[in-house]
Structure formats: structure tokens, C-alpha cells
């Protein structure tokens, strides 16, 4: 199940999110929408870097049940400069926000793709053509 805090005025199609959710894992994720400086201010809380990005995850280590289910973790999206970064690529602010989840719901799956061998990236691509979504993050950042 997807749990969705939009702090932002920004709307858009959240459906993909919640079957890429549900392909992902049977746990409850969180997702936190937010802006630059919202982004910013947890970038530097918990990772000490006093700048803004565009997606960042907090898995849960035991926080116990909701719901029924364990939950997965927090994944927290920089909405603000997802849709600038749709403009510039010419695709859907849906896409691009599919494709952040994806990355973020995937280091709460334990993938690193700064510390594994393409693991992180492999399932990136196989999700990407199955939900139909553009370039993957990791592709871009290379």
C-alpha cells in the first residue's frame, strides 16, 4: 500500500505510483512529496550535504505494524524539481515521479547502485520497461 504526503501544490496521476508500489513489495512504502527546500532540509539533516536533490529514501528498520503490514520505509520526492526536469526531457511529470519512486523504492529494497554491480541498475531498466518509462535515473546521472 502507498501512503502519499503531498506537501506541494503540485497535482498529477498518482495511479502508476501505486502499481509500481505494489510491484515492489507486498509492505506498506510512504511517500513524501515535497520542494526544494524541503529536500534540502533533510539532505542536510541526515546526510549532511546542504543541497537540494531529487530523491531520497529512509527505509524502516522495525517500526512495527500498519495496517497489517510492515512498513517498507519513507521514500521523499523533490516534486519541485521533478516537474523542471520533465519540461527539460520532454516527458510527463507522471513519468518522471514513476521513475524517482522507482529508484528510491528500490535503496529500500536494500539495492545500492553506488556500492553494488548493476543490480541497482538492472532492476531499474526491467521496471522501466514494464511500467513504459523513460530513460532511468541512474542512465542519466552516467
Sequence with gaps: ?????????????????ERIAESLTPKN?????????????????????????DVLSF???????IDGKLPLGSVVINLQM????????KHSL????????????????GYDHEKDNGEHRAKEQQLMELFNLPKS??????
Design 59 to 65: 527505509p524502516f528498520d522495525d517500526m512495527g505494524i
Design 137 to 142: 535515473l541512474i542512465d542519466r546521472n552516467q
Design 94 to 109: 507522471e513519468s518522471e515521479v514513476a521513475l524517482l519512486f522507482i529508484h528510491g523504492g528500490l535503496h529500500l529494497l
Design 29 to 53: 512504502i510512504e511517500l513524501i512529496l515535497t520542494d526544494n527546500e524541503g529536500i534540502k532540509e533533510l539532505n542536510i539533516a541526515f546526510r549532511s550535504k546542504d543541497s537540494t536533490t
Design 82 to 89: 521533478a516537474k523542471t526536469i520533465s519540461e527539460e526531457l
Design 1 to 17: 500500500m502507498l501512503e502519499i504526503n503531498n506537501e506541494t501544490n503540485i497535482c498529477f496521476d498518482i495511479s502508476i505510483l
